[in-house]
């Protein structure tokens, strides 16, 4: 009999054999981030977030994974995930919140930006013709479940290369978009 995956609600760990757990730290993800001369300030073995989830067989199937972003900012830039585009655009997901608050940032082909708030219990169905990631904007770990088809295809690196075209900045205490210099 097959051991099914158990989520811990509180630290939102996915554990079980077939689960996957990976770190990103600031050395992992400093090229996301405008302010390189605050990224340099930071010790660089801080974690900034965490996946737990189902590892690929190959096979279509549904996949999740939970992902654990920790309260932190770059400069004003909250601390965020890498961000992707789905290679099969037919092919969305969608995120349950379960604790914390954040943002998704959205972007389409024509490079709009925006983004939806995140917070307990929200429902986030993206796109997928939409570059996404997610960002922390509150005191604590926001902490949200994602669901996608395997075949979805993932491709980070357009991201990596052309980023967003707008920033989720922390500006007077709160969260906004604003364009890139």
């Keep these: 009999m097959l051991e099914i995956p158990q989520l811990d609600w509180r630290t939102g760990r996915l554990m079980g054999p077939c689960c996957v757990e990976l770190t990103r730290t600031i050395t992992d993800v400093k ?17 900034v977030y965490k996946t737990f989830g189902l590892a690929d067989t ?13 309260p932190g900012q770059v400069g004003t830039e909250y601390f965020m ?53 997610v960002a922390n904007t509150g005191n604590e770990p926001l902490i949200f479940l994602c669901v996608w088809m395997s075949d979805c295809g993932h491709d980070y690196e357009t991201i990596m290369k052309s980023g967003f075209s707008q920033r989720l900045l922390c500006e007077n205490g709160s969260p906004g978009l604003f364009p890139v210099p």
Excluded: W
């Excluded at 996301?32 to 010790?43: G, N, P, R, S, V």
């Excluded at 190959?58 to 920790?70: H, K, M, Q, W």
């Excluded at 349950?96 to 709009?112: C, N, Q």
């Design 31 to 47: 090229s996301i981030f405008a302010d390189q001369e605050a990224t340099a300030q930071l010790d660089q073995t801080t974690p």
């Design 58 to 70: 190959g096979r279509p199937e549904l996949l999740y994974a939970t992902t654990v972003i920790y």
């Design 81 to 133: 995930t890498r961000g992707h585009f789905h290679t099969n655009t037919d092919r969305g997901e969608f995120n349950i919140t379960i604790s914390g608050e954040g943002a998704m940032i959205l972007m389409d082909s024509e490079r709009k930006t925006t983004f939806e708030k995140m917070s307990k219990g929200s429902i986030h169905n993206v796109d997928g013709k939409l570059a996404h990631r």
